[in-house]
């Protein structure tokens, strides 16, 4: 299967600053949940953010679909396919719910187009619609997260990136959230989130990254980095459980 | 009962006007974050633009209304380019704004000085001095038709904001530059022209006040702390916070005026902003400042 986005040998830090990015390298196949794993201050944010174009790339390549995505803006690698939620989610806490949507299809010139497709939305996502005109601001945790998500959807991407989706949100919650990243990559979107709880993340994913020091240690399918005994001291807490 | 309806008629009045003078400076500031103590020598430029059209021209004040907008316009662009485009990336930016912005304040004060001298001027159009009476309350037709004038401009923008594609990028901005960047907003754009459009509010606030108050270059010292006063206790960066603690501060003044004297109006303003940072420094509608 051809890759979808290869990240390779990838040097990336913020401002003049050290390189926080060391020869980092990913591959990500369509279709598929992608978790990246590992301690603070990895880099796992930052290689998000690297391929995005918030932080520039020093040296390697990023090649989405055969074409490099070295040296473009957020706006480009969006219109090329790939959406970034940030941690902070990325809302705009005085815009109600509706407003917030349309904001994601910022981009797109059919203006009718989007509001047919956050009508969609509203659809699949009952909060929304209830929530329609209130402020996303005063919203609740999870709920701001399930605008986050939804929010990528209305560009139709090819990729629908997520750093620390489950970030201070209870477990029941978080398990929606993987299950709404599941409905995505059934849909084919291909999904490439960041998760400091690494158990939990590959559990949920297919294929898993340890990344460490700004490389790239391991990647391979989820289950085999779960089994890995060293990663397994290394990164997951200790021994596997019994 | 009349002088309670007729003081509250004139507090009204001037509370359209400072309206329109503070909308201008909530918008840079929630924009750009730029603490812009030249806005009210900017306003007084426009003034100058309306009062140098009524005297050579024999030109209407509102009629050079547009004109002194697309002046000041102008000046607003040259300001950005000149003075903050460059720092706009800085840490200390809002800071920096403050010296910035009065350094600024100060080199305009002393040009107009030389153009227009210091002596104080009004354009004094016909409705200027003339009132309506309804029963025993007089409106004056000049804070009357400038209160309309005012409204008119600011539901505007507040529509502008609201439906239009650069209103929702302006907001989205405001609101969290680096989320509007990631979806696609030039957010560098966004703050140009919403520092322009500010500054063009202010020379169509500034042809208002050429009929309703007297001015010479120094006045702008005063309305500092003033509109300050509304920006703070609307909350900064809103500009229905600012419409709403205009007309709010402008009643109360006019009751102060009327019962301690009109030297005591002033102190309302002060007052005002002295209490607000003290019990609720994010204002009436603004975002509770972040701790860290």
């Known amino acids: 299967m051809a890759e979808l986005l290869e990240v390779s040998n990838v040097v990336a830090g913020y401002g003049d600053g050290p390189a926080i990015l060391d020869g980092a390298n990913l591959t990500v196949n369509p279709g ?19 391929i995005v174009g918030m932080l520039k790339v020093r040296s390697g390549e990023v090649n989405f ?20 939620v940030p941690q902070e989610r990325a809302l705009f806490p005085k815009m109600s719910v509706r407003e917030n949507l349309r904001m994601g299809g910022f981009l797109m010139e059919d203006k009718a187009e989007v509001e047919r497709r956050i009508d969609e ?54 398990r929606e959230m993987f299950s709404i990243m599941h409905m995505m990559a059934s849909e084919g979107i291909t999904v490439l989130l960041v998760e400091q709880n690494a158990m939990m993340g590959l559990k949920n994913s297919d294929w898993g990254v340890v990344l460490d020091l700004g490389k790239t240690l391991f990647e391979g399918p989820a289950a085999d980095v779960l089994g890995d005994p060293r990663i397994q001291e290394l990164y997951l807490g200790g021994k596997k459980a019994a | 009962m009349v002088d309670f309806i007729q003081t509250l008629v004139l507090g009204l009045a001037l509370g ?20 812009n103590l030249a806005h009210p020598v900017l306003i007084i430029t426009g003034a100058y633009a309306a009062y140098w059209g009524f005297r050579t021209l024999g030109v209407d004040p509102l009629v050079m209304l547009p004109v002194a907008a697309f002046i000041l316009a102008i000046i607003g662009l040259i300001l950005y380019k000149l003075v903050f485009e460059k720092e706009a990336k800085s840490a200390k930016f809002t800071q920096m704004t403050v010296l910035l912005t009065f350094g600024t304040a100060m080199i305009i004060e002393g040009a107009l000085g030389t153009m227009f001298t ?15 009476f309804i029963g025993d309350v007089f409106i004056p037709t000049g804070q009357l038709y400038a209160g309309i ?43 140009m022209v919403s520092f322009v459009i500010g500054i063009a509010l202010a020379g169509a606030a500034g042809s208002l006040v ?83």
């Not at chain 2, 005012?150 to 239009?164: C, D, E, G, H, P």
């Open chain 2, 118 to 132: 210091n002596t104080q001027r009004v354009t004094s159009p016909e409705y200027a001095t003339d009132a309506i």
């Open chain 2, 149 to 191: 004038v005012s409204l008119t401009i600011i539901a505007s923008l507040a529509l502008f904001l609201k439906y239009s594609r650069f209103g929702y990028a302006i907001r989205a901005t405001t609101q969290n530059r680096d989320a509007a960047e990631l979806l696609g907003v030039n957010v560098n754009m966004v703050s």
């Open chain 2, 16 to 35: 359209g006007v400072f309206a329109l003078m503070g909308s201008g400076l909530s918008l840079v500031f929630g924009v750009m974050r730029i603490v």
């Open chain 2, 210 to 292: 050429s009929f309703v108050f007297s001015f010479f270059p120094a006045k702008h010292w005063e309305w500092i702390a003033i509109l300050m006063s509304l920006v703070v206790l609307g909350g900064m960066g809103s500009i229905l916070g600012t419409v709403v603690a205009a007309f709010t501060l402008s009643v109360v003044a006019a009751f102060v005026g009327d019962f301690f004297g009109s030297t005591w109006s002033t102190m309302t303003f002060f007052l005002a902003l002295f209490l607000v940072l003290l019990v609720r420094p994010q204002g009436l509608f603004g975002e509770k400042p972040e701790l860290a």
């Open chain 1, 121 to 174: 939305l509203e659809e699949r996502f009952p909060i929304l619609r209830e929530r329609r005109s209130q402020q996303a601001g005063t919203m609740s945790g999870g709920q701001q997260q399930t605008l986050a998500m939804a929010r990528t959807l209305i560009n139709k991407p090819d990729i629908v990136m997520l750093d620390e989706p489950s970030l201070g949100l209870a477990p029941k919650i978080v």
């Open chain 1, 32 to 50: 598929k949940v992608h978790c990246i794993i590992g301690p603070n201050g990895a880099g796992k944010s930052t290689l998000l953010k690297a």
């Open chain 1, 65 to 84: 679909k055969g074409k490099s995505l070295k040296g473009k803006r957020p706006d480009q690698v969006l219109r090329e396919g790939i959406c970034f």
